[in-house]
């Protein structure tokens, strides 16, 4: 059944594999009498109940990383912010070049200038999560997902500075997305080559 | 006394139930002889839990079976008391039975 290996990935994000796979044949086992609904509830509330527990157990362990990571992030961010901009700044003189010359308005010249910084900002955002979230992952083996939802809880706040937010004019939503998925993408990734 | 030795309730009563399972013991069963003798359904993510820190406190042990296709394929994590958690068991019992101890309770036969 496709739905058992969705569950099983699902729980083994705060899981090691071998457990999440017997988790998942139990609750296989029991879902033909109490249906799928029932079956999904479980998969959900045992993820949940996983989460919860590693908070409660080590709190100012896990607010630690996650506060590490945070500065992390901000400082990667920045770095790659720059590292791209440098990688671009050829597209940037040729735009200011051809708005010189009247090849381009002045209108069209700054709206591609400003989804440019966009896409840079985007882009440096997600790589340093993916960092951020490969650093989580070694600091805090087995609770790596933990420390990522506290983070995901907390990037939000980071938007309330206007400096920030002008960069992502009305695409908040799709950078957070992208953050976000990078960020776990970087501690499974560690917590794979780990099982392996 | 070591704190790995002091059950909470919920430990208690999954170690219980675990020790009634004897070489049956793994998730599905342990949930029904707790619903069965206890009257209430554990809520499956905290049943895994609490398995999960059992053995990591050294209470359980734990090893797959075989997969079975009613399982889709997947492994029964089969679990037993050790030593130390029969001997938690145990002093658990005995604290009960220390605070049960003269209580007098009107209607309530004592065993």
């Keep these: 059944m496709r739905e058992l290996g969705i569950a099983e990935w699902l729980l083994s994000l705060v899981l090691p594999a071998d457990r999440a796979a017997s988790v998942v044949g139990d609750f296989a086992e ?25 908070l409660v157990e080590s709190p100012f362990y896990l607010g630690g990383v996650v506060l590490r990571g945070y500065f992390l992030s901000g400082l990667g961010t920045l770095c790659c912010f720059v590292g791209f901009a440098v990688a671009m700044a050829p597209i940037f003189i040729a735009t200011a070049w051809l708005e010189h010359e009247k090849v381009l308005t002045t209108s069209f010249a700054k709206e591609a200038v400003e989804f440019l910084t966009a896409v840079i ?19 805090a083996p087995r ?54 | 006394m070591s704190d790995a030795l002091v059950l909470g309730e919920f430990e208690h009563v999954v170690l219980l139930a675990i020790l009634r399972l004897g070489d049956r013991a793994y998730g599905v069963t342990i949930r029904n002889e707790i619903q069965e ?28 079976g075989d997969p079975t296709p009613q399982r889709g394929g997947r492994a029964k994590r089969y679990v037993r008391v050790s030593a130390a958690g029969m001997e938690a068991v145990e002093h658990a019992r005995r604290c009960y039975l220390r605070l049960w101890e003269g209580l007098p309770f009107p209607g309530v036969a004592h065993a």
Excluded: H
Aim: proline share 4%; aromatic share 12%.
């Design chain 1, 30 to 54: 029991e879902a033909d009498e109490r249906g799928l609904v029932w079956f999904w509830l479980c998969v959900l509330r045992t993820v949940g109940s996983r989460v919860w527990s590693d």
């Design chain 2, 37 to 64: 003798r206890t009257r209430r359904e554990p809520a499956p993510g905290a049943l895994y839990t609490t398995l999960d820190r059992l053995e990591d406190k050294g209470l359980l042990t734990s090893s797959l």
């Design chain 1, 121 to 139: 900002g985007t882009a440096a955002m997600a790589v340093a999560a993916f960092q951020t979230g490969r650093w989580i992952a070694q600091r």
């Design chain 1, 143 to 196: 609770r790596e997902m933990t420390a990522c939802v506290m983070m995901c809880a907390a990037w939000p706040l980071m938007f309330n500075y206007p400096s920030i937010g002008y960069w992502f004019p009305g695409n908040l939503i799709v950078c957070l997305s992208l953050v976000y998925v990078s960020l776990f993408a970087g501690a499974w990734r560690v917590r794979r080559g780990a099982a392996c």
